[in-house]
């Protein structure tokens, strides 16, 4: 019998996970419906909120498996397995997508759906904005997602079973491909779900800030779910600060990625100048919505940068978890204050701050984390917490990175 | 001219050895000694009780020091010392002056970091006391070496020879130097 195949299926592991994630859901589901009374356009915008943080989560959480393939890291396989696990609500995104088809055809989502604006219907953008070719690219990215879901968290998890290691020699060859088509379909998909809100603005870096939003909030829910394993002792002799510091060192360095990837946004656009690339800001950094902007920038930046900047922070799994939770919010409000100004105010009315429809979009993303969670957990029961036959796996456990721990 | 010893040196030829060796004289309290390694040994240290180097402090200092110094250049000449109208910008701006504050704040670092690291390490050194010494040459090639040097406050001749030879320590020897080091250098087999 491996003694790495953690089985926590008879273990309270899964309940405490599906409990957690069911009093976010409940929680969420109520703040989301109180949020949207009076204004239903708050519900389709917090919904829309809600699905691109999961979407974006869990999708990013399968492309981690793929890149640690795809580059051969050794110290990931004893974790590997929880990013894994989590990124199981990929296989459920056509059904929580659904709401949201229903908002888009209803006209209540996406204004170019139904604009008579001529420049929205002309050349290159009136067929990119065409509805086949726009439901069409949704297909596409769903069936690349779960694809990758299958063939990547399959093969990993198929070597758990088998004593060759064919299934990871699989993983190998395919990450390549499954980490150039996640980088196309993760930018087309921030295209088109979110800057599309706004059809007449455009910016070519969107889809790797909206990347870097992705993956610096994996890195953390991935890191909370590791404590909470830890604290629960189920990963015990496997789990190490080793780990913790390497995806805290991730986290952190994401975390620069991204705000080097805002600014050079912010940055081209404030010194062109230009109206039409302005509007973007200008929109967002009035009316209330600047609280937003400067609490991404010191969330998602200063706050997080300033914290995990020691080493000794990352190799602390409390500490480290403190930073994991912060960015995990900050992900929430850099995604509030692009999504929601839009759906704060009628069709061509200047945004306005609405905590009602904060807190509808806020709690969509509770209840969409919840349910993250909640399939996060069947997989949990089912399959083994840890990558038990991983060729790295030994080297991922005495992997050590030379950092200084205070004896 | 008069020799005086410099430390005393013991050759291992086994890794494990090293590391335990390391591990006792740090144990007996001494904190003037090194190891010298044909290659870089993991956990060798931890066994010398090495502190955390403070080195990333002095690369924070570079790091805020050069944020300081951009901001406050760019402020000054741009924006107090000699205003420029260009095409109707701001004279300054935290937006446009990010590029330069990043690039500054990174040089600095940098410099800071490497010049700090050099600078700990006492490096460069033209001279070493120990460079005479035949075993102190040896590993460069295939041996492991212990030296306890005698500005050590618990040094003794006789009780340090004795730790390191309880230690499986061979070739134990103090290595003197003349106090000029400019003179030619001697090793002295005890």
Request: glycine share 40%; charged share 0%.
């Given at each position: 019998m491996n003694p790495y195949r953690i089985m926590l299926g008879q273990t309270p592991f899964p309940g405490q996970l599906r409990r957690l994630g069911g009093v976010l859901a409940l929680v969420g589901i109520a703040a989301f419906i109180v949020g949207g009374l009076g204004h239903p356009q708050y519900w389709w915008g917090g919904y829309l909120l809600g699905f691109i943080y999961a979407m974006g989560l869990s999708v990013t959480l399968v492309f981690f498996s793929a890149l640690s393939y795809l580059v051969n890291a050794g110290w990931v396989a004893a974790v590997r397995r929880i990013p894994e696990m989590l990124s199981s609500f990929v296989l459920v995104l056509p059904v929580a997508a659904l709401p949201l088809v229903i908002g888009a055809l209803t006209g209540n989502i996406y204004e170019w759906m139904h604009s008579s604006d001529e420049h929205l219907h002309h050349g290159f953008k009136g067929l990119y904005l065409s509805q086949p070719f726009f439901w069409a690219r949704l297909v596409f990215y769903a069936v690349v997602w779960i694809g990758m879901h299958r063939v990547i968290v399959g093969n990993s998890l198929r070597q758990d079973d088998v004593t060759d290691i064919t299934p990871t020699q699989r993983n190998w060859k395919l990450s390549a491909p499954f980490v150039l088509l996640y980088a196309l379909t993760i930018t087309f998909a921030s295209f088109d779900l979110v800057m599309t809100l706004e059809p007449h603005w455009f910016s070519t870096i969107f889809g790797v800030y909206s990347f870097a939003g992705h993956f610096v909030a994996s890195l953390a829910l991935m890191l909370i779910v590791m404590r909470m394993l830890e604290r629960g002792g189920y990963l015990a002799g496997i789990l190490s600060r080793e780990h913790y510091h390497d995806v805290g060192k991730l986290l952190f360095a994401f975390t620069i990625f991204w705000t080097y990837v805002a600014f050079s946004q912010y940055f081209i656009i404030w010194y062109g100048n230009l109206p039409e690339e302005t509007v973007f800001f200008a929109k967002r950094l009035s009316n209330g919505w600047e609280i937003f902007g400067w609490a991404s920038l010191f969330g998602h930046f200063v706050i997080p940068f300033l914290f995990l900047l020691r080493q000794d922070v990352k190799r602390q799994p409390q500490l480290v978890t403190i930073g994991a939770l912060i960015l995990l919010i900050a992900h929430a409000i850099d995604l509030s204050w692009v999504i929601l100004p839009v759906f704060s105010a009628a069709p061509g009315e200047p945004y306005q701050l609405s905590w009602a429809l904060v807190l509808t979009g806020w709690g969509a993303i509770a209840a969409m984390l919840g349910a993250v969670l909640i399939v996060a957990s069947r997989a949990f029961a089912r399959h083994s917490a840890v990558a038990c036959n991983d060729p790295y796996l030994h080297e991922s456990l005495d992997y050590h990175s030379g950092a200084y721990d205070p004896v | 001219m008069e020799q005086r010893p410099v430390a005393t040196v013991a050759e291992f030829r086994d890794v494990n050895a090293l590391v335990a060796a390391a591990r006792a004289v740090y144990e007996r309290g001494y904190t003037r000694f090194d190891c010298y390694t044909p290659y870089p040994v993991h956990g060798l240290d931890r066994a010398m009780g090495v502190r955390r180097t403070i080195l990333p402090y002095i690369s924070f200092l570079g790091g805020v020091t050069g944020l300081a110094s951009a901001l406050l250049l760019q402020w000054w000449t741009g924006g107090y010392d000699y205003r420029l109208n260009i095409g109707g910008k701001p004279f300054f701006a935290v937006q446009f002056s990010v590029p330069i504050d990043f690039e500054l704040t990174v040089l600095l670092c940098a410099f800071f970091t490497l010049f700090g690291l050099l600078g700990l390490c006492k490096l460069p050194m033209w001279w070493h006391p120990l460079q005479g010494d035949a075993s102190f040459r040896r590993a460069t090639d295939d041996t492991f070496v212990v030296a306890i040097f005698s500005d050590d406050p618990r040094y003794t001749i006789k009780d340090t020879e004795e730790l390191l030879r309880s230690m499986?320590?061979?070739?134990?020897h103090v290595h003197t130097a003349s106090a000029d080091p400019s003179t030619t250098l001697q090793s002295v087999t005890t």
């Open positions: - | 499986g320590g061979t070739n134990v």
